[in-house]
């Protein structure tokens, strides 16, 4: 079970657009609809900010979407705020009831 | 407001067992939509899916660390722990407990987390 691929950082400057990508493969991001992004700020837990690739909680601002294509998933962050600035990490699920989470990103807003 | 909260020692020595424990509050435990997981982020690194618990005692391993971790569950006390065994500096992380779960063939994310707990193997 290897961790999914993501680049190691990405930025923008306020306003922008930035897109995360996470390539797994057909035993992971491939193989169901079940990829979930995180934003995690320094010393704090995790945050769910995607579902079930495309699906936004309550909360999350609709800056942030989700979209997959074959074996590899994107999170676009549009309108690019300061306070977006923060580490992304992917999760799927990888069959068996098993998850492999992302390498992580980190956001810079410039 | 669900609530979870891991506690356990922050350091442990080499080749000994590692045991943290999630407290949960604000929400029921034996929900059957729920299972219990554990997460880690070794100092820089990443994320890292350890296991997952049900209510039961049913648990889900990563199969990467399947010998060396266990997982219980006490549900009188809203409690579940996790014990890894012959820890090595590799093993040093933070530790997060958090919710996720299945309902109507449908996956329910990580959605709650505790706050971590880092854990740092040394002698």
């Known amino acids: 079970q290897s961790a999914l691929t993501q680049p190691r950082s990405v930025s923008g400057s306020p306003g922008q657009s930035v897109t995360i990508s996470c390539a797994g493969t057909?035993?992971?991001?491939?193989?169901?609809?079940?990829v979930s992004w995180y934003q995690q700020q320094p010393g704090k837990a995790p945050k769910l900010m995607i579902s079930d690739v495309t699906k936004r909680p309550s909360g999350v601002p609709d800056r942030f979407s989700g979209s997959k294509s074959g074996n590899t998933a994107s999170l676009t962050i549009s309108g690019l705020q300061a306070e977006d600035e923060a580490d992304y990490y992917c999760c799927s699920y990888a069959g068996s009831y098993t998850f492999v989470f992302g390498s992580g990103t980190k956001v810079t807003v410039l | 407001q669900l609530q979870l909260q891991e506690s356990g020692p922050g350091l442990v020595k080499p080749s000994e067992t590692l045991s943290l424990t999630c407290s949960v509050s604000?929400?029921?435990?034996?929900?059957?939509?729920?299972?219990w997981g554990w997460i880690r982020q070794s100092p820089g690194k990443g994320l890292e899916w350890i296991g997952s618990i049900y209510y039961s005692g049913s648990t889900h391993h990563n199969p990467s660390l399947k010998s060396r971790a266990t997982m219980s569950v006490d549900t009188s006390k809203k409690q579940f722990s996790l014990k890894l065994s012959s820890v090595t500096a590799a093993d040093t992380a933070v530790y997060f407990c958090?919710?996720?779960?299945?309902?109507?063939?449908?996956?329910?994310?990580?959605?709650?987390w505790g706050q971590g707990n880092l854990v740092t193997v040394s002698s």
């Open positions: 604000g929400g029921s435990i034996t929900s059957s939509s729920h299972y």
């Open positions: 958090a919710r996720h779960g299945y309902t109507y063939g449908a996956l329910i994310p990580f959605d709650y």
């Open positions: 057909s035993r992971d991001v491939g193989g169901y609809d079940y």
